[in-house]
Antibody
């Protein structure tokens, strides 16, 4: 069965970096784009970007451009999202989610989600 | 960016009621619209994809439809386990954007 298991809770200082992992299992990792979302406490969902695990191509929304790097390790079927220069407004839960199909170039629904990684940014 | 205006922001209904949530896109997104359910403390769950297709394993009381840039999500007979926040999401254009959510409670 498809599973996405994310790394654990992080507490970081403002200005630091955080790297969240998302380990996939139960399907061909390189066959489906992986997306990342942010959800601030009590707020809605915000799309961060995607990575194509097949070739490493990425797309990041303009709100995060220059601060986010997405990578993957195909040997362990793990996707990573690193967020730099953390701000207090980055305090949120970050989710990875798999694109539902393998053929829409990142434009898709998200059919499987990780459990979320809580990131707290303290001053 | 495409704005998704979701309404209402919250609603309270009785078990067995028909519940309707709408999402209005700021421009044409064809049928590239999905609906998610998020229960407290959990990750979202895909319910409807491409405006009207029921995801595998989702109960048939959930449905979606479209009329132009207006998208409708319906729960035909509300159940206690449907208490959650519901989100629409467009993927026609990047960046992918979500509606602000509808918090659904039982009366």
């Amino acid at each position: 069965q498809v599973q996405l298991v994310q790394s654990g809770t992080e507490v970081k200082q403002r200005g630091a970096s955080v790297k969240v992992s998302c380990k996939a299992s139960g399907y061909t990792f390189t066959g489906f784009y992986m997306h990342w979302m942010r959800q601030a406490p009590g707020r809605g969902l915000e799309w961060v970007g995607w990575i194509n695990p097949h070739n490493g191509d990425t797309k990041v929304t303009h709100n995060f451009e220059g601060r986010v790097t997405m990578t993957r390790d195909t040997s362990t079927s793990t996707a990573y999202m690193e967020l730099r220069r953390l701000k207090s407004t980055d305090t949120a839960i970050f989710y990875c989610a798999r694109a539902r199909t393998g053929d829409r170039l990142g434009h898709d629904a998200f059919d499987f989600w990780g459990q979320g990684t809580a990131v707290t940014v303290s001053s | 960016d495409i704005q998704m205006t979701q309404s209402p922001s919250s609603l309270s209904a009785s078990v067995g009621d028909r519940v309707t949530i709408t999402c209005l896109a700021s421009q044409d997104i064809t049928n590239y619209l999905n609906w998610y359910q998020q229960k407290t403390g959990k990750a979202p769950r895909l319910l409807i994809y491409d405006a009207s297709n029921l995801e595998t394993g989702v109960p048939s009381r959930f449905s979606g439809s479209t009329s132009g840039t207006n998208f409708t999500f319906v729960i035909s007979s509300l159940q206690p386990e449907d208490v959650a926040t519901y989100y629409c999401q467009q993927y026609d254009n990047l960046p992918i954007t979500f509606g602000q959510g509808t918090r659904l409670e039982i009366k």
